[in-house]
Protein backbone atom coordinates (compact mmCIF):
# COMPACT_ATOMS: atom_id res chain seq x y z
CA UNK A 1 0.00 0.00 0.00
CA UNK A 2 1.19 3.36 -0.69
CA UNK A 3 1.82 5.67 2.21
CA UNK A 4 2.98 9.41 2.58
CA UNK A 5 6.06 9.71 4.23
CA UNK A 6 7.36 12.61 6.46
CA UNK A 7 11.33 12.02 6.73
CA UNK A 8 12.88 14.33 8.82
CA UNK A 9 16.93 15.02 7.78
CA UNK A 10 16.01 13.58 4.50
CA UNK A 11 19.16 16.00 3.36
CA UNK A 12 21.17 13.77 5.46
CA UNK A 13 23.40 10.77 4.93
CA UNK A 14 21.00 8.12 6.06
CA UNK A 15 17.80 9.95 5.39
CA UNK A 16 18.51 10.59 1.41
CA UNK A 17 19.11 6.70 0.97
CA UNK A 18 15.74 6.16 2.30
CA UNK A 19 13.93 8.01 0.57
CA UNK A 20 15.46 6.26 -2.58
CA UNK A 21 14.74 3.12 -0.80
CA UNK A 22 11.09 4.28 0.06
CA UNK A 23 10.21 5.94 -3.58
CA UNK A 24 11.51 3.05 -5.13
CA UNK A 25 9.22 0.69 -3.40
CA UNK A 26 6.24 2.45 -3.83
CA UNK A 27 6.08 5.01 -1.05
CA UNK A 28 5.72 9.23 -1.50
CA UNK A 29 7.59 11.03 0.63
CA UNK A 30 7.71 14.85 2.31
CA UNK A 31 11.37 16.01 3.63
CA UNK A 32 12.03 18.22 6.35
CA UNK A 33 15.84 19.35 7.12
CA UNK A 34 17.10 22.70 8.32
CA UNK A 35 20.40 21.74 6.51
CA UNK A 36 22.30 22.28 9.74
CA UNK A 37 24.59 18.90 8.15
CA UNK A 38 23.36 18.88 4.71
CA UNK A 39 22.90 20.64 1.78
CA UNK A 40 19.48 21.33 -0.49
CA UNK A 41 21.75 19.41 -3.94
CA UNK A 42 21.07 16.37 -1.72
CA UNK A 43 17.33 16.98 -2.41
CA UNK A 44 17.93 17.58 -5.95
CA UNK A 45 20.10 14.54 -6.43
CA UNK A 46 17.40 12.31 -4.66
CA UNK A 47 15.10 13.69 -7.65
CA UNK A 48 17.37 12.64 -9.99
CA UNK A 49 18.04 8.60 -9.27
CA UNK A 50 14.24 8.23 -8.42
CA UNK A 51 12.92 10.84 -11.19
CA UNK A 52 10.22 12.05 -8.93
CA UNK A 53 9.15 14.92 -7.57
CA UNK A 54 8.65 15.85 -3.74
CA UNK A 55 7.90 18.41 -1.38
CA UNK A 56 11.20 19.62 1.00
CA UNK A 57 10.68 22.11 3.87
CA UNK A 58 14.05 23.57 4.85
CA UNK A 59 12.43 23.84 8.55
CA UNK A 60 13.99 23.33 12.18
CA UNK A 61 11.83 20.26 13.60
CA UNK A 62 12.08 21.88 16.91
CA UNK A 63 9.81 24.67 15.20
CA UNK A 64 6.15 23.27 16.38
CA UNK A 65 4.39 25.91 13.97
CA UNK A 66 6.68 24.97 11.37
CA UNK A 67 5.87 21.08 11.60
CA UNK A 68 2.06 21.47 12.42
CA UNK A 69 2.08 23.72 8.75
CA UNK A 70 3.58 20.24 7.23
CA UNK A 71 1.00 18.18 8.87
CA UNK A 72 -1.92 20.52 7.69
CA UNK A 73 -0.51 20.85 4.09
CA UNK A 74 -0.30 17.02 3.80
CA UNK A 75 -1.91 13.97 4.46
CA UNK A 76 0.75 11.66 6.47
CA UNK A 77 0.71 8.43 6.85
CA UNK A 78 3.97 8.08 9.14
CA UNK A 79 7.28 9.65 10.30
CA UNK A 80 10.59 8.88 10.12
CA UNK A 81 12.22 10.77 11.99
CA UNK A 82 16.43 11.24 11.46
CA UNK A 83 16.74 14.61 12.08
CA UNK A 84 19.41 14.83 14.78
CA UNK A 85 23.02 16.06 15.52
CA UNK A 86 24.97 12.99 15.80
CA UNK A 87 28.93 13.62 16.45
CA UNK A 88 30.24 11.75 19.60
CA UNK A 89 33.56 14.20 20.26
CA UNK A 90 30.99 17.30 19.65
CA UNK A 91 28.43 16.06 22.13
CA UNK A 92 31.00 16.32 24.77
CA UNK A 93 32.19 19.57 24.29
CA UNK A 94 28.39 21.03 23.50
CA UNK A 95 26.09 18.83 25.34
CA UNK A 96 23.20 21.22 25.95
CA UNK A 97 23.05 22.00 22.35
CA UNK A 98 22.72 18.28 21.12
CA UNK A 99 20.04 17.61 24.24
CA UNK A 100 18.14 20.61 23.10
CA UNK A 101 18.37 19.67 19.16
CA UNK A 102 17.84 15.96 20.35
CA UNK A 103 14.51 15.71 22.93
CA UNK A 104 13.04 19.03 21.52
CA UNK A 105 13.15 17.99 17.80
CA UNK A 106 11.78 14.23 18.75
CA UNK A 107 9.19 16.03 21.32
CA UNK A 108 7.80 18.28 19.10
CA UNK A 109 7.41 15.70 16.42
CA UNK A 110 6.10 13.05 18.71
CA UNK A 111 3.38 15.63 19.94
CA UNK A 112 2.50 16.82 16.40
CA UNK A 113 2.08 13.68 15.71
CA UNK A 114 -0.50 12.76 17.97
CA UNK A 115 -2.41 16.15 17.43
CA UNK A 116 -2.92 14.95 13.97
CA UNK A 117 -3.82 11.58 14.73
CA UNK A 118 -0.58 10.38 12.70
CA UNK A 119 0.58 6.97 14.59
CA UNK A 120 3.22 5.41 12.39
CA UNK A 121 6.65 6.81 14.25
CA UNK A 122 9.74 5.36 13.46
CA UNK A 123 13.08 6.74 15.16
CA UNK A 124 16.53 6.84 14.30
CA UNK A 125 18.45 4.89 17.22
CA UNK A 126 22.24 3.83 17.74
CA UNK A 127 23.81 0.99 19.00
CA UNK A 128 25.55 3.24 21.51
CA UNK A 129 22.75 2.69 23.70
CA UNK A 130 23.89 -0.90 24.37
CA UNK A 131 26.82 0.78 25.58
CA UNK A 132 29.95 -1.90 26.96
CA UNK A 133 27.29 -4.98 26.75
CA UNK A 134 28.47 -8.60 26.08
CA UNK A 135 28.15 -9.13 22.32
CA UNK A 136 26.12 -9.65 20.02
CA UNK A 137 23.81 -7.13 21.16
CA UNK A 138 20.39 -7.70 21.71
CA UNK A 139 17.02 -5.98 21.64
CA UNK A 140 16.13 -7.34 25.37
CA UNK A 141 19.59 -6.03 27.38
CA UNK A 142 19.20 -3.47 29.99
CA UNK A 143 20.46 -0.60 28.35
CA UNK A 144 23.62 1.00 29.91
CA UNK A 145 24.92 4.56 30.09
CA UNK A 146 26.78 5.90 27.45
CA UNK A 147 29.99 7.64 27.36
CA UNK A 148 28.83 10.71 25.58
CA UNK A 149 25.76 13.12 25.48
CA UNK A 150 24.80 12.18 22.18
CA UNK A 151 24.41 8.52 23.14
CA UNK A 152 22.72 9.94 26.28
CA UNK A 153 20.00 11.80 24.17
CA UNK A 154 19.03 8.42 22.03
CA UNK A 155 18.52 6.66 25.06
CA UNK A 156 16.44 9.36 26.22
CA UNK A 157 14.46 9.96 22.89
CA UNK A 158 13.53 5.56 23.23
CA UNK A 159 12.34 6.35 26.84
CA UNK A 160 10.25 9.18 25.77
CA UNK A 161 8.52 7.35 22.74
CA UNK A 162 7.69 4.54 24.98
CA UNK A 163 6.52 6.38 27.47
CA UNK A 164 4.08 8.62 24.65
CA UNK A 165 3.24 5.00 22.74
CA UNK A 166 2.78 3.07 26.60
CA UNK A 167 -0.13 6.44 26.97
CA UNK A 168 -1.40 6.31 23.73
CA UNK A 169 -2.19 2.79 22.14
CA UNK A 170 -2.78 3.97 19.33
CA UNK A 171 0.49 5.35 18.43
CA UNK A 172 3.36 2.68 16.97
CA UNK A 173 7.00 2.91 17.63
CA UNK A 174 9.38 1.55 15.81
CA UNK A 175 12.75 2.56 17.43
CA UNK A 176 15.45 1.21 14.97
CA UNK A 177 19.11 0.82 16.47
CA UNK A 178 21.46 0.81 14.00
CA UNK A 179 25.26 -0.63 13.56
CA UNK A 180 27.68 1.46 11.66
CA UNK A 181 26.64 2.56 8.46
CA UNK A 182 28.85 2.80 6.01
CA UNK A 183 28.82 3.22 1.79
CA UNK A 184 27.02 4.88 -0.70
CA UNK A 185 23.89 4.48 -3.15
CA UNK A 186 25.35 2.29 -5.95
CA UNK A 187 24.79 5.75 -8.53
CA UNK A 188 27.57 7.08 -6.84
CA UNK A 189 25.79 10.54 -6.23
CA UNK A 190 24.97 10.54 -2.75
CA UNK A 191 27.23 9.27 0.60
CA UNK A 192 28.34 10.15 3.56
CA UNK A 193 29.67 14.01 3.23
CA UNK A 194 31.69 14.35 7.00
CA UNK A 195 31.80 18.28 7.94
CA UNK A 196 35.60 18.30 8.43
CA UNK A 197 38.07 15.69 9.57
CA UNK A 198 36.27 12.43 9.71
CA UNK A 199 35.82 11.08 13.01
CA UNK A 200 34.09 7.81 11.59
CA UNK A 201 36.21 5.02 9.82
CA UNK A 202 34.98 4.12 6.41
CA UNK A 203 35.13 8.10 5.47
CA UNK A 204 38.75 8.91 6.92
CA UNK A 205 39.42 5.70 4.84
CA UNK A 206 38.23 7.45 1.92
CA UNK A 207 40.02 10.08 2.28
CA UNK A 208 43.41 8.78 2.14
CA UNK A 209 42.75 7.01 -0.56
CA UNK A 210 41.65 10.20 -2.22
CA UNK A 211 45.44 11.76 -1.28
CA UNK A 212 43.07 13.73 1.20
CA UNK A 213 44.84 12.56 4.28
CA UNK A 214 48.33 11.32 4.40
CA UNK A 215 47.76 8.00 6.97
CA UNK A 216 44.98 6.25 8.84
CA UNK A 217 45.06 6.58 12.68
CA UNK A 218 44.05 3.25 14.03
CA UNK A 219 43.29 3.92 17.41
CA UNK A 220 44.58 1.02 19.25
CA UNK A 221 45.54 -2.70 18.94
CA UNK A 222 45.23 -4.49 22.31
CA UNK A 223 42.13 -4.96 22.38
CA UNK A 224 40.25 -8.36 23.54
CA UNK A 225 39.35 -9.29 19.39
CA UNK A 226 40.45 -11.19 16.81
CA UNK A 227 43.56 -8.82 15.34
CA UNK A 228 43.30 -6.20 18.37
CA UNK A 229 41.89 -3.46 16.61
CA UNK A 230 38.35 -2.64 17.40
CA UNK A 231 35.52 -4.66 15.54
CA UNK A 232 32.26 -2.95 14.63
CA UNK A 233 29.37 -4.16 12.55
CA UNK A 234 29.25 -2.10 9.06
CA UNK A 235 26.13 -2.00 7.60
CA UNK A 236 25.37 -1.22 3.50
CA UNK A 237 23.79 2.15 4.14
CA UNK A 238 21.03 0.97 1.34
CA UNK A 239 20.64 -2.44 3.57
CA UNK A 240 19.65 0.21 6.41
CA UNK A 241 17.25 1.85 4.18
CA UNK A 242 15.71 -1.10 3.39
CA UNK A 243 15.25 -1.55 6.94
CA UNK A 244 13.33 1.64 7.49
CA UNK A 245 11.23 0.63 4.42
CA UNK A 246 10.28 -3.08 6.12
CA UNK A 247 9.90 -0.93 9.16
CA UNK A 248 7.11 1.42 8.23
CA UNK A 249 5.54 -1.30 5.99
CA UNK A 250 5.01 -2.99 8.96
CA UNK A 251 2.54 -1.40 11.55
CA UNK A 252 1.50 -3.25 14.94
CA UNK A 253 0.52 -0.89 18.10
CA UNK A 254 2.91 -0.48 20.74
CA UNK A 255 7.17 0.15 21.09
CA UNK A 256 9.05 -2.24 18.53
CA UNK A 257 12.61 -2.32 19.23
CA UNK A 258 15.49 -3.54 16.17
CA UNK A 259 18.80 -4.03 15.60
CA UNK A 260 19.62 -3.01 12.07
CA UNK A 261 23.02 -4.47 11.36
CA UNK A 262 24.27 -7.69 9.18
CA UNK A 263 25.62 -9.99 12.72
CA UNK A 264 28.83 -9.94 11.78
CA UNK A 265 31.81 -7.93 13.46
CA UNK A 266 34.95 -6.64 11.31
CA UNK A 267 37.72 -5.40 12.66
CA UNK A 268 39.37 -2.20 11.68
CA UNK A 269 42.36 -3.96 9.98
CA UNK A 270 39.93 -6.10 8.50
CA UNK A 271 38.14 -3.41 6.68
CA UNK A 272 41.17 -1.72 5.33
CA UNK A 273 42.19 -4.47 3.79
CA UNK A 274 39.05 -5.52 2.64
CA UNK A 275 38.77 -1.96 1.02
CA UNK A 276 42.03 -2.56 -0.73
CA UNK A 277 41.47 -5.62 -2.03
CA UNK A 278 38.18 -4.13 -3.63
CA UNK A 279 39.33 -1.33 -4.85
CA UNK A 280 43.06 -1.78 -5.79
CA UNK A 281 44.61 1.24 -3.65
CA UNK A 282 46.35 0.84 -0.34
CA UNK A 283 45.97 2.70 2.66
CA UNK A 284 48.71 3.84 5.18
CA UNK A 285 48.06 3.66 8.37
CA UNK A 286 50.03 4.13 11.93
CA UNK A 287 48.76 2.22 15.30
CA UNK A 288 47.83 5.59 17.73
CA UNK A 289 46.94 5.25 21.32
CA UNK A 290 43.44 3.96 22.14
CA UNK A 291 40.20 6.79 21.39
CA UNK A 292 38.51 7.27 24.93
CA UNK A 293 35.22 5.88 25.10
CA UNK A 294 35.76 3.50 22.38
CA UNK A 295 34.60 -0.28 23.18
CA UNK A 296 36.70 -3.57 21.66
CA UNK A 297 33.83 -5.04 19.74
CA UNK A 298 30.15 -4.06 18.94
CA UNK A 299 27.86 -6.13 16.73
CA UNK A 300 24.05 -7.31 16.48
CA UNK A 301 21.98 -10.69 17.14
CA UNK A 302 20.08 -9.50 14.21
CA UNK A 303 17.09 -12.53 14.18
CA UNK A 304 14.03 -10.11 15.91
CA UNK A 305 14.58 -7.66 12.57
CA UNK A 306 14.50 -11.02 10.41
CA UNK A 307 11.47 -12.27 11.75
CA UNK A 308 8.97 -9.82 12.16
CA UNK A 309 10.18 -6.98 9.34
CA UNK A 310 11.15 -10.11 7.33
CA UNK A 311 14.36 -7.98 6.58
CA UNK A 312 17.89 -8.58 6.60
CA UNK A 313 21.17 -7.14 5.50
CA UNK A 314 22.38 -8.52 1.61
CA UNK A 315 25.42 -6.30 1.10
CA UNK A 316 28.74 -7.69 1.71
CA UNK A 317 31.52 -5.94 2.97
CA UNK A 318 33.10 -5.89 -0.49
CA UNK A 319 30.34 -4.10 -1.71
CA UNK A 320 30.20 -1.45 0.86
CA UNK A 321 34.05 -0.45 0.28
CA UNK A 322 33.44 -0.32 -3.43
CA UNK A 323 30.16 1.92 -3.41
CA UNK A 324 32.03 3.74 -0.50
CA UNK A 325 34.74 4.86 -2.85
CA UNK A 326 32.48 5.01 -5.90
CA UNK A 327 30.74 7.94 -4.38
CA UNK A 328 34.43 9.30 -2.66
CA UNK A 329 35.85 9.65 -6.27
CA UNK A 330 33.18 11.16 -7.88
CA UNK A 331 32.60 13.81 -4.60
CA UNK A 332 34.07 17.26 -4.86
CA UNK A 333 35.07 18.53 -1.36
CA UNK A 334 34.46 22.54 -0.92
CA UNK A 335 37.92 23.53 -0.23
CA UNK A 336 37.32 26.01 2.70
P1 LIG B 1 23.22 13.41 9.04
O1 LIG B 1 23.82 14.48 9.88
O2 LIG B 1 23.83 13.15 7.70
O3 LIG B 1 21.66 13.64 8.87
C1 LIG B 1 20.87 14.24 9.85
C2 LIG B 1 20.11 15.38 9.17
O4 LIG B 1 19.29 16.01 10.16
C3 LIG B 1 21.01 16.45 8.59
O5 LIG B 1 20.66 16.65 7.23
C4 LIG B 1 20.74 17.71 9.43
O6 LIG B 1 20.82 18.88 8.66
C5 LIG B 1 19.33 17.41 9.93
N1 LIG B 1 18.97 18.04 11.23
C6 LIG B 1 19.64 17.99 12.41
N2 LIG B 1 18.94 18.62 13.37
C7 LIG B 1 17.79 19.07 12.79
C8 LIG B 1 16.67 19.79 13.25
N3 LIG B 1 16.56 20.19 14.54
N4 LIG B 1 15.68 20.08 12.37
C9 LIG B 1 15.77 19.69 11.08
N5 LIG B 1 16.80 19.01 10.58
C10 LIG B 1 17.81 18.69 11.43
O7 LIG B 1 23.25 12.06 9.93
P2 LIG B 1 22.92 10.56 9.51
O8 LIG B 1 24.19 9.80 9.58
O9 LIG B 1 22.11 10.54 8.28
O10 LIG B 1 22.05 10.14 10.76
C11 LIG B 1 20.63 10.19 10.76
C12 LIG B 1 20.12 9.79 12.11
O11 LIG B 1 20.60 8.50 12.44
C13 LIG B 1 20.60 10.71 13.25
O12 LIG B 1 19.55 10.86 14.18
C14 LIG B 1 21.75 9.93 13.86
O13 LIG B 1 21.94 10.25 15.20
C15 LIG B 1 21.27 8.50 13.68
N6 LIG B 1 22.36 7.52 13.67
C16 LIG B 1 23.37 7.67 12.77
C17 LIG B 1 24.41 6.74 12.75
C18 LIG B 1 25.58 6.91 11.82
O14 LIG B 1 26.61 6.27 12.05
N7 LIG B 1 25.49 7.70 10.77
C19 LIG B 1 24.39 5.65 13.64
C20 LIG B 1 23.31 5.54 14.53
C21 LIG B 1 22.30 6.48 14.53
C1 LIG C 1 34.83 2.36 14.15
C2 LIG C 1 36.14 1.70 14.58
C3 LIG C 1 37.44 3.07 16.07
C4 LIG C 1 38.30 6.22 13.14
C5 LIG C 1 30.27 5.90 16.03
C6 LIG C 1 29.38 6.43 17.12
C7 LIG C 1 28.07 5.70 17.11
C8 LIG C 1 27.43 5.75 15.73
C9 LIG C 1 28.38 5.24 14.69
C10 LIG C 1 26.06 7.68 15.38
C11 LIG C 1 36.45 1.90 16.07
C12 LIG C 1 38.17 2.85 14.76
C13 LIG C 1 37.85 5.07 13.76
C14 LIG C 1 39.70 6.35 12.90
C15 LIG C 1 40.05 4.21 13.90
N1 LIG C 1 27.15 7.08 15.31
N2 LIG C 1 38.70 4.08 14.14
N3 LIG C 1 40.51 5.33 13.30
O1 LIG C 1 32.89 4.59 17.15
O2 LIG C 1 31.82 2.46 16.34
O3 LIG C 1 30.55 4.53 16.29
O4 LIG C 1 29.61 5.98 14.76
O5 LIG C 1 25.09 7.29 15.91
O6 LIG C 1 27.25 6.29 18.06
O7 LIG C 1 30.04 6.26 18.36
O8 LIG C 1 32.38 4.25 14.69
O9 LIG C 1 33.57 4.69 12.58
O10 LIG C 1 34.09 6.11 14.61
O11 LIG C 1 34.84 3.73 14.57
O12 LIG C 1 40.84 3.32 14.24
O13 LIG C 1 40.17 7.37 12.38
O14 LIG C 1 37.21 2.33 13.88
O15 LIG C 1 38.34 3.04 17.14
O16 LIG C 1 37.07 0.74 16.52
P1 LIG C 1 31.99 3.94 16.23
P2 LIG C 1 33.71 4.80 14.06
Redesign the pocket.
Known amino acids: MTTNILV????????THTCIALIESGHTVVV???????KRESIEKIKRITNKEFPFYE????NKQAVETIFKNHRIDGVI??????AVGESVEKPSMYYE??LV?TLVLANSCLKFGINRFVF?????VYGENEVPFVETMDLLPSTNP?GET?AMCERILTDIAKANPSFSVSLLR?F??IGAHESGLIG?VPNGIPN?LMPYITQVAKGMREYLSIFGNDYPTIDGTGVRDYIHVMDLAEGHVAAINFVTEGVHIYNLGTGQGTSVLQLVKAFEEANGVTIRYEIVDRRPGDIASCYANVYKARRELCWIAKRDVVTMCKDAWRFEKNYQHQVV
Open positions: TGGAGYIGADNLSNSIDISHFAGLKNNSSSSATYKYNPEN
